[in-house]
């Protein structure tokens, strides 16, 4: 038995459990229940940084590597002519199934990120075409394909603004999830953001802006 304010005799805890007003069970221990995300503390790992955005940046990686290899099963012979001018007299069977086997697991990557909703396994696949990208416009300099040469850096900037958003979003989720200190205040912890996310997000919300509904003149009277 408790004593409360004034000597009088507060409620007596039975069998463990705590009297109406104390803290019961799954509020703010973290022991039964489902524990949700108090004020003042860190969602869990992958989902700070994940945006709503970032699905369709998925959908768009998975898309697109699976277009490539079903492309490169239906079109088998005109991609190994394709590998054989820029590289010779190579096995070009081999070196186009090396090329898909990394493309698979490019794809791979894409596929888990949006399953558990980590944008850090977009990285992989977006710099892995991007280094594919480079590197054949490159070979069509040497071999003077200046048409594909075109195309190429066309997928390559693609790619490469296609990570900077990423990038960006991945900022602006960290901003949004950071914990908060005094109610509408957000930590210092939870605001460093790097100076290229600084930059992405700003890039990210220019574009935004310039996007976004205008706002009508008023009418003078």
Known sequence: MTVGAGGDPGPT???GVEPP???????????????GNAPGTRPA??????????????????????????SAVLLWGDRQDEIEGYFGSVPAAAVLTAVKVIELALVASAVVGVAL???????PPMAGW??????????DVFTARWGGLIEH?????????LLFLSYGLSAKAQLANAPKDDGDAVSDSGRRLTRTQEFALQAINRAAALTGPRPRPERSD
């Not at 007003?21 to 524990?35: H, S, V």
């Not at 790992?45 to 079903?70: D, E, K, N, Q, S």
């Not at 909703?117 to 990285?123: E, G, I, Q, T, Y």
């Open 45 to 70: 790992p992958g989902v700070a940084t994940w945006h709503r955005i970032h699905y369709a940046v998925g959908v768009f990686l998975i898309a697109y590597g699976m277009t490539g290899l079903v």
């Open 130 to 139: 991007m280094a594919g990208f480079a590197m054949f416009a490159v070979l």
């Open 153 to 161: 850096l066309l997928y390559l900037a693609a790619f490469v603004v």
């Open 21 to 35: 007003g104390g803290p019961g069970i799954g509020q703010g221990t973290g022991q039964g229940g489902a524990p």
């Open 13 to 15: 805890p039975v069998f």
């Open 117 to 123: 909703r980590r944008d850090m396994l977009f990285v």
